[in-house]
């Protein structure tokens, strides 16, 4: 194997992506760590830890290190991040490699500083930070360097970030806390309140990816669901259609939208018709919902596209980053 020194990963709340320049995407799994509570050991991460939510024994706790884009546990993150090196340059440690880390817009700098910090602590040499709506921008091949205005909506697991980029830099930005894990606890709610059922996270997600909708349908899509009679105790299965999935996520959209607003309002007006031209791209796993291109097109009046394989976007972009260096320094932290 040809060694590289470098990595980018896009640490997220719900996944994890790790690119190797030359060879692409080599790791995309779900930001999940498996814990045994005795002696506090770390049993699982990623895909297996995954299947473990919802399912572990009392000695055994699956949480996900990441809340809303930043780290809410820093031991927990450390260590997800030294499997996930440890993974992308295989057993053998010749030279510690350079990690660039995409993390949220609105990031401080004292979280910034606990990303570099667990990064050399799982192993880089040298850590370098990326905000993930400039990454997102260059993963969706928008020339960030050029003097005309650009807009990307990063709609991910724990955040949406947004941002016009001009010059290689954020010009108007703002991020809300909105992504798909709460749309998925939106629909286990709207099914319990509804439906008298008790499904999991796993079960919601599935809904949204199978029927969900951002705005209802002409021609409603239905799926069977599995969960637990919240009255009898018993196991149920019901049907729920993507007007159930549009319903209990409609306030959730409406805070984007407000917040996309908020940044075209903020942005100055050259800029603004740079925008209006070239249209919004949206990017991130939870841009793949149905119809939300549509919805933030009808509600800003900006034409709006999803990039090509949206979730690997930020992935990308960081090593593109990585790979350019020098190009992409202003964008940049290295501290």
Do not use: C, W
């Amino acid at each position: 194997m040809v060694f590289s020194k470098k990595i980018g990963i896009d640490l997220g709340t719900t996944s994890v992506l790790v690119y190797l320049p030359k060879r692409g995407i080599i790791i995309n799994e779900p930001s999940v760590v498996a814990i045994s509570k005795i002696d506090k050991k770390v049993l699982a991460v990623g895909k297996e830890a995954k299947d473990m939510l919802g399912r572990t024994p009392d000695t055994i706790v699956a949480k996900r290190p990441l809340k809303d884009g930043v780290i809410a546990d820093y031991r927990t993150t450390e260590a997800m991040l030294r499997y996930f090196i440890n993974k992308a340059v295989g057993g053998v440690r010749i030279f510690r490699p350079e990690v660039m880390v995409a993390v949220p817009g609105g990031i401080t700098s004292t979280e910034r500083r606990a990303v570099i910090d667990a990064a050399i602590s799982a192993g880089a040499k040298a850590a370098f930070i990326i905000k993930q709506p400039i990454v997102a921008a260059i993963g969706a091949n928008i020339p960030i360097g050029s003097p005309s205005g650009h807009m990307i909506v990063e709609i991910g697991g724990g955040t949406t970030e947004m941002a016009v980029i001009s010059l290689g830099g954020i010009v108007a930005s703002d991020s809300v806390r909105i992504g798909g894990v709460k749309f998925d606890l939106a629909i286990m709610e709207h099914v319990r309140r509804n439906y008298n059922l008790a499904i999991g996270e796993r079960t919601a997600e599935e809904i949204k990816i199978n029927v969900g909708s951002a705005m209802y349908l002409e021609e409603k899509l239905t799926m069977e669901v599995k969960g637990r009679d919240m009255i009898t105790g018993l196991p149920k299965i019901i049907e729920v259609s993507s007007d159930d999935v549009t319903q209990a996520i409609q306030s959730l959209l409406e805070g984007i939208l407000t917040t996309l607003k908020e940044v075209l309002f903020k942005t100055p007006p050259e800029l603004s018709a740079d925008v209006m031209d070239k249209g919004i791209v949206i990017s991130g796993g939870s841009s793949q919902l149905r119809n939300l291109d549509r919805l933030i097109a009808e509600s800003t009046g900006v034409p709006t596209y999803v990039t090509e394989e949206p979730q690997m976007a930020v992935a990308r972009g960081t090593g593109l980053a990585l790979e350019n260096l020098e190009a992409y320094k202003r964008s940049v932290f290295t501290n």
